[in-house]
């Protein structure tokens, strides 16, 4: 089999993970480089003797990159949605695959004794179009990680309302990609809470949109809506409820900022990968913690985050951050989940300064709500 059919196979086959490992060259600087793949946007991790560096590409660039991944590594142990590959090539260019096909009924089994908020899943029919519970009604092995993600989000979004007594809600998803989240949580909110909703997902994906829209037509859905667009150029009338679940980069700070204008009361965001402070960060203070690009890379994340918190604090809201999922799961595990009380907590802004001064940065948010230093 061909390299380039190997290659779309796989595409079509839905990547879940990637490591290309073997290089044919001893030398080569990177020993493996691993692909993630979260909704189609691609985490590439390459793995030196002593570092590790991340960037993010689109299946278009992740296709491209593979093709030279295949001329520089003689091996690829992949998991895609349908079972796991192991691919071995020789320096003639000589192919071999092996491919074992994935059996679905292994999780459920496992966990059956788990409480999931989501523990009607069986009857939620999306499910099955969603490929994440087979038509034997197992939750497939490969999506469980993102079965796990959407009940545990859906949990706290019912924790942050659950003593509000709430008849009707308006929410708006940003950045909802093929919308797990959007459609369980409208599921979860009509016929488990049955609380009245107006659901809102926005994505820039108009063929993510398009296929949501089939969704909601399909199981007649009322008052769920997807909007092909840019969060900035969105704008909704009374919106209770601002969420988004990996929304990338300053797809946050957008979504964020959004949220503040409108002043909706409750704002549930788990950030994405963060790429902003990581080119900026100087520190004469901290200066040796910034020499190690890993510790540089979570500092990254860890500032840009407090500053969004602060942001939220400073504007009215009392604002949690918590652990969305445990880390052996996802890196991206941080949940930021605030309430509108209108009490401007002004320490917040000094906090931001602080950090600004010590770590020498702009920041999205910030920008876009005119606060903090000028740097
Ligand atoms: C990593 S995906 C997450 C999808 C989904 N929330 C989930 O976790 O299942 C991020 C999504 O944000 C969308 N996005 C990024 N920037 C955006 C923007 N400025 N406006 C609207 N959507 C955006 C991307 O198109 C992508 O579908």
Redesign the pocket.
């Known amino acids: 089999m061909k390299i380039d059919n190997i290659i779309n196979e796989i595409f079509e086959e839905e990547i879940v993970s990637l490591t290309f490992s073997n290089p044919f060259k001893k030398s080569e600087k990177f020993k493996k480089i691993t692909i993630d793949n979260?909704?189609n946007?691609y985490t590439i991790s390459e793995y030196s003797e002593t570092q590790v560096f991340h960037k993010h590409l689109s299946g278009f660039e992740t296709k491209r990159l593979m093709h030279e991944l295949f001329e520089t590594y003689k091996q690829l142990d992949g998991k895609v949605v349908t079972g796991n590959y192991n691919i071995r090539v020789n320096k003639k260019g000589n192919v071999l695959r092996r491919f074992s096909a994935q059996t679905n009924q292994v999780i459920e089994s496992h966990n059956r004794s788990k409480n999931y908020i989501l523990s009607n899943y069986k009857e939620m029919e999306i499910l099955k179009d969603l490929k994440i519970v087979s038509h034997d009604n197992e939750i497939i092995s490969t999506m469980f990680d993102k079965f796990k993600q959407i009940n545990k989000y859906v949990e706290l979004v019912d924790d942050l309302i659950k003593n509000d007594d709430l008849e009707k809600l308006k929410i708006v998803d940003?950045?909802?990609?093929?919308s797990?989240?959007t459609f369980a949580l409208y599921e979860y909110l009509v016929n488990v809470k049955q609380i009245e909703v107006e659901v809102y997902g926005?994505?820039?994906?108009e063929s993510?949109i398009k296929d949501n829209q089939a969704l909601t037509e399909k199981y007649g859905y009322k008052n769920l809506n997807f909007i092909h667009?840019?969060?900035?150029d969105i704008e909704i009338d009374n919106v209770d409820m601002m969420i988004?679940?990996?929304?990338?980069d300053i797809?946050t700070d957008?979504a964020l900022n959004k949220a503040l204008a409108w002043k909706v009361k409750y704002i549930v965001a788990v950030p994405?990968c963060q790429n902003e402070l990581y080119k900026q960060l100087k520190s004469d203070q901290f200066e040796k913690m910034l020499d190690f690009n890993i510790i540089k890379e979570r500092m990254s994340a860890l500032i840009t985050d407090t500053v969004r918190s602060n942001v939220l604090q400073y504007k009215g809201y009392n604002t949690q951050v918590i652990e969305y999922i445990d880390s052996s799961h996802s890196l991206k595990n941080l949940m930021i989940r605030a309430r509108f009380t209108n009490h401007t907590d002004h320490k917040a802004l000094d906090n931001i300064i602080e950090l600004q001064n010590t770590y020498n940065f702009n920041q999205k948010l910030l920008e876009l709500q005119n606060i903090g230093l000028k740097k």
Do not use: E
């Open positions: 979260i909704d946007m940003f950045g909802s990609g093929k797990y989240l926005i994505d820039l994906k993510v667009g840019d969060i900035n988004s679940l990996h929304a990338c797809a957008l994405c």
